[in-house]
Antibody, heavy 122, light 107 residues
Framework: EVHLLESGGGLVQPGGSLRLSCAAS????????ITWVRQVPGKGLEWVAT????????YYADSVKGRFTISRDNSKNTLYLQMSGLRAEDTAIYYC???????????????WGQGTTVIVSS | AIRMTQSPSSFSASTGDRVTITCRAS??????LAWYQQKPGKAPNVLIH???TLQSGVPSKFSGSGSGTDFTLTISCLQSEDFATYYC?????????FGGGTKVEIK
């Protein structure tokens, strides 16, 4: 069964740092791009970042560019999101999600994790 | 960034109803549109991609149409498990953007 499991969320002070992880299983991890999407509880979805299967290409929303870094360790089937300079507006549930295609990056996410919650507050 | 506008933002319907949700893009996105369903406390689940292609395993009561700037998601016969929030997402270019969501509630 294809599965994604996020971890690493928590309470952090403004300006602080946090690293989220996303452990993958049930598919050939290196073949698929993975995306982070966040959601303020009760609000809509916001794309955060995407990384290609081999890790060579990364893409970021303007709202996190320069503060967040997406990376992956294909030997560990794990995706990361290093977050620094955190702001109150980064408070959200963070989901990792797998691209539906192993041929080309199509930016349609067919498997999602259950999410991990990040709260930025003093 | 391409702005995705969904309408309505919420509505009430009854089991058995045929319902349609609309999504409009601020510029031409060809058929680069996906629809997701999200239930409370759960992650989104993809229903449709390429505007009208049903994702594997998704019931055929869901259908999508449109191209360019105007798109629709139709649920042919609403069942209890379909009461949820639906989002459209464009993947024509970066940044990927989602519509604000349409909440389908029980009448």
């Amino acid at each position: 069964e294809v599965h994604l499991l996020e971890s690493g969320g928590g309470l952090v002070q403004p300006g602080g740092s946090l690293r989220l992880s996303c452990a993958a299983s049930g598919f050939t991890f290196t073949n698929y791009a993975i995306t982070w999407v966040r959601q303020v509880p009760g609000k809509g979805l916001e794309w955060v970042a995407t990384i290609s299967g081999n890790g060579a290409d990364t893409y970021y929303a303007d709202s996190v560019k320069g503060r967040f870094t997406i990376s992956r360790d294909n030997s560990k089937n794990t995706l990361y999101l290093q977050m620094s300079g955190l702001r109150a507006e980064d408070t959200a549930i963070y989901y990792c999600a797998k691209d539906r295609s192993d041929i080309a990056l199509v930016y349609v996410m067919d498997v999602w994790g259950q999410g991990t919650t990040v709260i930025v507050s003093s | 960034a391409i702005r995705m506008t969904q309408s309505p933002s919420s509505f009430s319907a009854s089991t058995g109803d045929r319902v349609t949700i609309t999504c409009r893009a601020s510029q031409n996105i060809s058929s680069n549109l996906a629809w997701y369903q999200q239930k409370p406390g759960k992650a989104p689940n993809v229903l449709i991609h390429a505007a009208s292609t049903l994702q594997s395993g998704v019931p055929s009561k869901f259908s999508g149409s449109g191209s360019g700037t105007d798109f629709t998601l139709t649920i042919s016969c609403l069942q209890s498990e379909d009461f949820a929030t639906y989002y459209c997402q464009q993947y024509y270019n970066y940044p990927l953007t989602f519509g604000g969501g349409t909440k389908v509630e029980i009448k």
